[in-house]
């Protein structure tokens, strides 16, 4: 054990770098496009209901690795069968960021959806009443309500992105499974390297929570 | 206190997770070995009584990698087939011993025999120093490959020279990346690890990769077999090693004398030649 | 126009909710310092009348215009007008991230209608006259019914509007709350805020209306002064409502 954290450790915490790397590009994305497409499933316009919920559906229909399968070597062929050879290269990194972003966004769409949806249309109807503009009354008055209500939600389903960070490991990006697998394959202590990785995983996801639950509390401060 | 108590009590959790990581291997070949101490026992008894080890009815279980052209792969009607399929069937024909292939993967084959769940592998594994260093136990050669390096066709990479700066992709664990680790700092390119052979592939083909280093006949049975438009570099290649059945614990010894017994034997009939021209042509 | 005090001007207006035909075609016009309370039992579209004037609900057919504005044009800034016209709901609709203040200032500031030192002096002046300016700093969830709904009446008085609708403004309050919402639109009227008060209570209705409306199935059935109406109806729907609930 100790042996493979001398020699392996440091290769290992990049890796570990490269996982929190890859989560926050691909949170930081799913977070706008879980907005943009929860917004537009809440508006009154059938068009944009209908985008939205096939956005939702089609990625949530698909599992995280044949999305990345596909994008990472589906959409460059598709792009270089129209363009020619290597016009359009995607590395493991953009790759893994569209997949998590595509992937956490649906979910997150949802999440801002049923958030949005669980604050009272009374609210909605006085703001506007007043004269604001949709935009300003869904930005001051419905989404800081509807937000309270998605933080759990939202913390829960950050750390299954983080989680599912892993999958990218088929596609090559040197994240902890993928590096994981090569320490393995270098060293044969299999028990050992992943009850290091277990406990690297645990280590991140336990202060991840933590930092969410203080948030979290912050947040709902003045609320009672 | 609460918060003494708290630590104290994850200390113990991670010190046991911790004991736990490095003490499963032992007490795993611990429970092996009175598992198949009674086989074991007979082995000696059949040893002096000459060929005859079907008697005892021991079924060895042995692993191997889900797809290693030409060396194991489903084919066309769903049949688990290749060289090593083949060359493990001829010898429990030959040997008498029964055994149940299990397609694991790679990294699953390694982890089964290291747990006990299985008794040996047979996956294409090159004899290198390194594994029998940590606990491999090899047979003899029973094919010998050398590693090269494969661009796309219409590639203008001509060698390593070439790679400078580049990213170069490799299977995990295989021969093909360990030569790539060796070459990568002199010539300065980047590797990306990938978990089976037709995404390495694919990775040079769609070109996220400039080039794959692979055991240079895999690479050409994949070639030839699935029309890729990929090229061997043959300038590139290295000095190989043999591939050899596998285990990793003493117990199995019987199972490597077996092999190494019936390797011999399908070698001299000429069984042996009659497979490798089945799949290599 | 033919009048200039008119400021509610409704003709043939009509209301649908898929096929459900709400409102069936209601006409009337409201002055300048009217009163005008609208009667009728649950169903009777009401509600949905006073929602159109202020478009919270989209209108089928027929014409509104509010302060001279056309609101069933399509090029009418709703925004806009909807500044003129406050609307005050059943159960409040307190915003509630936001304390008293907020609540007070959010639309004044957010309209560019006053600078946020302006709109706070004019939002103390405004609790002030409800009763209210120890809870400027109190959120939503700590106020009662009664509370709330004068809070909510002075949200709606801090972007000084021209006209006030009352949406059963205290239909959701505990009996012995209804008196110090009631007391502050009593207020409000002999102020001279033109209002359009929906509501249950007859006594404020004879109190304080100018002018009261009784409408069922989407029609205005009966309207008049208040003696008229209530005391005098000539309808008999009127008649056998009057007498559920008097």
Same mark, same amino acid.
């Given at each position: 054990?100790?042996?493979?954290?001398?020699?392996?450790?440091?290769l290992?915490?990049t890796a570990?770098?490269?996982?929190l790397?890859?989560a926050?590009?691909?949170?930081?994305?799913?977070?706008?496009l879980?907005?943009?497409?929860?917004?537009?499933?809440?508006?009154?316009?059938?068009?944009?209901?209908?985008?939205?919920?096939?956005?939702?559906?089609?990625?949530?229909?698909?599992?995280?690795?044949?999305?990345?399968?596909?994008i990472?070597f589906g959409?460059?062929?598709?792009?270089?069968g129209l363009?020619?050879?290597n016009?359009?290269?995607?590395?493991?990194?953009?790759?893994g960021?569209?997949?998590?972003s595509?992937?956490?966004?649906?979910?997150m769409?949802?999440?801002?959806r049923?958030?949005?949806?669980?604050?009272d249309k009374?609210?909605?109807?006085?703001?506007?009443?007043l004269?604001?503009?949709?935009?300003?009354?869904?930005?001051?008055?419905?989404?800081?309500?509807?937000?309270?209500?998605?933080?759990?939600?939202?913390?829960?389903?950050?750390?299954?992105?983080?989680?599912?960070?892993?999958?990218?490991?088929?596609?090559?990006?040197?994240e902890?499974?993928?590096?994981?697998?090569?320490?393995?394959?270098?060293?044969?202590?299999?028990?050992?390297?992943?009850?290091?990785?277990?406990?690297?995983?645990?280590?991140?996801?336990t202060v991840?929570s933590?930092?969410?639950?203080?948030?979290?509390?912050?947040?709902?401060?003045?609320?009672? | 206190?609460k918060?003494?108590?708290?630590?104290?009590?994850?200390?113990?959790?991670?010190?046991?997770?911790?004991?736990?990581?490095?003490t499963a291997?032992?007490?795993d070949?611990?429970?092996?070995?009175?598992?198949?101490?009674?086989?074991?026992?007979?082995?000696?008894?059949?040893?002096?009584?000459?060929d005859?080890?079907?008697?005892?009815?021991?079924?060895?279980?042995?692993?191997?990698?889900?797809?290693?052209k030409?060396?194991?792969?489903?084919?066309?009607?769903?049949?688990?087939?290749?060289?090593?399929v083949?060359?493990?069937?001829?010898i429990?024909e030959?040997?008498g011993?029964?055994?149940?292939?299990?397609s694991?993967?790679?990294?699953?084959?390694?982890a089964?025999?290291?747990?006990?769940?299985?008794?040996?592998?047979?996956?294409?594994?090159?004899?290198?120093?390194?594994?029998q260093?940590?606990?491999?136990?090899?047979?003899?050669?029973?094919y010998?490959?050398t590693?090269?390096?494969?661009?796309?066709?219409?590639?203008d990479?001509?060698?390593?020279?070439?790679?400078?700066?580049?990213?170069?992709?490799v299977?995990?664990?295989?021969?093909?990346?360990?030569?790539?680790?060796?070459?990568?700092?002199?010539?300065?390119?980047?590797?990306?690890?990938?978990e089976?052979?037709?995404t390495?592939?694919?990775?040079?083909?769609?070109g996220?990769?400039?080039a794959?280093?692979?055991?240079?006949?895999?690479?050409?049975?994949?070639?030839?077999?699935?029309?890729?438009?990929?090229?061997?570099?043959?300038?590139?290649?290295?000095?190989?090693?043999?591939?050899?059945f596998?285990?990793?614990?003493?117990?199995?010894?019987?199972?490597?004398?077996?092999f190494?017994?019936?390797?011999?034997?399908?070698?001299?009939?000429?069984?042996?030649?009659?497979?490798?021209?089945?799949?290599?042509? | 126009?033919?009048?200039?005090?008119?400021?509610?001007?409704?003709?043939?207006?009509?209301?649908?909710?898929?096929?459900?035909?709400?409102?069936?075609?209601?006409?009337?016009?409201?002055?300048?310092?009217?009163?005008?309370?609208?009667?009728?039992?649950?169903?009777?579209?009401?509600?949905?009348?006073?929602?159109?004037?202020?478009?919270?609900?989209?209108?089928?057919?027929?014409?509104?215009?509010?302060?001279?504005?056309?609101?069933?044009d399509?090029?009418?800034?709703?925004?806009?007008?909807?500044?003129?016209?406050?609307?005050?709901?059943?159960?409040f609709n307190?915003?509630?991230? +936001?304390? @008293? #203040?907020?609540?007070?200032?959010?639309?004044?500031?957010?309209?560019?209608?006053? &600078?946020?030192?302006?709109?706070? *002096?004019?939002?103390?002046?405004?609790l002030?006259?409800?009763?209210?300016?120890d809870?400027?700093?109190?959120?939503?969830?700590?106020?009662?019914?009664?509370?709330?709904?004068r809070?909510?009446?002075a949200?709606?008085?801090?972007?000084?509007?021209?006209?006030?609708?009352f949406?059963?403004?205290?239909?959701?309050l505990?009996?012995?709350m209804?008196?110090e919402v +009631?007391? @502050? #639109?009593?207020?409000?009227?002999?102020e001279?805020?033109?209002?359009?008060?929906? &509501?249950?209570?007859?006594?404020? *209705?004879?109190?304080?209306?100018?002018?009261?409306?009784?409408?069922?199935?989407?029609?205005i059935?009966?309207?008049?002064?208040?003696e008229?109406?209530?005391?005098?109806?000539?309808e008999?729907?009127?008649?056998?409502?009057?007498?559920?609930?008097?």
């Amino acid at each position: 054990m100790i042996r493979i954290i001398t020699t392996y450790g440091g290769l290992l915490l990049t890796a570990m770098g490269q996982t929190l790397l890859l989560a926050l590009c691909g949170l930081f994305f799913a977070c706008i496009l879980g907005l943009i497409f929860g917004l537009l499933s809440v508006l009154k316009n059938r068009v944009c209901n209908i985008v939205s919920i096939i956005f939702v559906d089609a990625i949530r229909g698909v599992p995280m690795i044949v999305l990345a399968f596909y994008i990472y070597f589906g959409m460059p062929a598709l792009f270089n069968g129209l363009m020619g050879y290597n016009a359009v290269t995607l590395t493991a990194l953009q790759a893994g960021t569209i997949c998590l972003s595509l992937n956490c966004g649906a979910y997150m769409a949802e999440i801002i959806r049923a958030g949005i949806q669980s604050v009272d249309k009374g609210q909605m109807e006085a703001a506007r009443s007043l004269g604001l503009p949709y935009w300003k009354a869904m930005y001051r008055v419905v989404l800081p309500q509807a937000i309270r209500t998605m933080i759990p939600s939202i913390i829960n389903q950050f750390i299954i992105t983080l989680k599912d960070t892993s999958i990218l490991s088929v596609i090559g990006f040197p994240e902890l499974v993928n590096t994981a697998k090569n320490v393995v394959a270098n060293s044969f202590r299999t028990f050992e390297v992943w009850t290091i990785v277990a406990v690297m995983y645990l280590i991140i996801i336990t202060v991840l929570s933590r930092v969410a639950k203080i948030l979290e509390r912050r947040l709902n401060r003045g609320r009672e | 206190m609460k918060k003494l108590i708290a630590f104290a009590l994850a200390l113990v959790l991670a010190l046991s997770l911790v004991a736990c990581g490095s003490t499963a291997p032992a007490t795993d070949d611990a429970a092996n070995s009175e598992a198949t101490a009674a086989p074991d026992a007979a082995a000696e008894g059949d040893a002096a009584e000459g060929d005859a080890t079907a008697s005892d009815g021991k079924v060895w279980v042995v692993a191997t990698d889900t797809v290693f052209k030409p060396f194991e792969y489903t084919d066309e009607s769903g049949n688990f087939v290749g060289i090593d399929v083949d060359i493990l069937a001829a010898i429990a024909e030959d040997q008498g011993f029964q055994y149940e292939l299990k397609s694991l993967g790679w990294d699953g084959a390694i982890a089964a025999c290291q747990s006990g769940q299985a008794d040996g592998m047979i996956a294409g594994a090159s004899i290198t120093a390194e594994r029998q260093e940590s606990g491999w136990m090899f047979s003899d050669g029973y094919y010998t490959a050398t590693q090269t390096m494969t661009v796309a066709e219409n590639s203008d990479i001509a060698g390593f020279e070439d790679l400078e700066g580049k990213t170069v992709a490799v299977k995990i664990g295989t021969q093909g990346a360990a030569y790539a680790e060796s070459l990568k700092d002199e010539y300065g390119f980047t590797i990306q690890s990938f978990e089976d052979s037709p995404t390495m592939y694919q990775a040079v083909l769609g070109g996220q990769c400039v080039a794959c280093f692979e055991d240079t006949p895999i690479m050409q049975a994949s070639i030839k077999d699935g029309g890729l438009a990929l090229k061997v570099l043959e300038n590139t290649a290295n000095e190989g090693g043999d591939y050899g059945f596998a285990i990793f614990s003493e117990n199995s010894q019987e199972l490597l004398d077996m092999f190494n017994a019936g390797l011999a034997n399908i070698k001299a009939n000429g069984k042996y030649d009659e497979i490798l021209a089945k799949y290599l042509g | 126009m033919a009048e200039n005090n008119v400021k509610i001007h409704v003709s043939h207006l009509k209301k649908s909710f898929g096929n459900l035909e709400v409102l069936k075609d209601v006409s009337v016009d409201v002055t300048q310092g009217e009163v005008v309370v609208v009667l009728g039992p649950s169903g009777s579209g009401k509600s949905t009348f006073l929602r159109c004037l202020n478009r919270l609900e989209t209108i089928t057919d027929g014409q509104v215009i509010v302060d001279g504005y056309d609101i069933t044009d399509k090029k009418t800034d709703i925004n806009k007008v909807r500044e003129n016209i406050g609307m005050v709901f059943q159960h409040f609709n307190l915003f509630n991230n +936001l304390n @008293v #203040m907020g609540n007070m200032i959010l639309a004044p500031t957010e309209l560019k209608k006053a &600078t946020k030192a302006e709109a706070t *002096a004019n939002a103390l002046k405004l609790l002030k006259r409800v009763g209210l300016l120890d809870k400027a700093e109190a959120y939503p969830s700590q106020l009662s019914g009664g509370q709330k709904q004068r809070v909510a009446i002075a949200r709606a008085l801090a972007m000084n509007p021209d006209i006030l609708l009352f949406d059963e403004p205290t239909s959701a309050l505990d009996p012995e709350m209804v008196g110090e919402v +009631l007391q @502050v #639109m009593k207020q409000l009227a002999s102020e001279g805020m033109t209002m359009v008060v929906v &509501t249950h209570e007859i006594g404020f *209705a004879r109190e304080v209306a100018s002018r009261v409306i009784f409408m069922e199935g989407g029609y205005i059935v009966e309207e008049g002064t208040p003696e008229e109406v209530l005391d005098h109806p000539k309808e008999a729907r009127t008649i056998d409502f009057l007498s559920k609930v008097l």
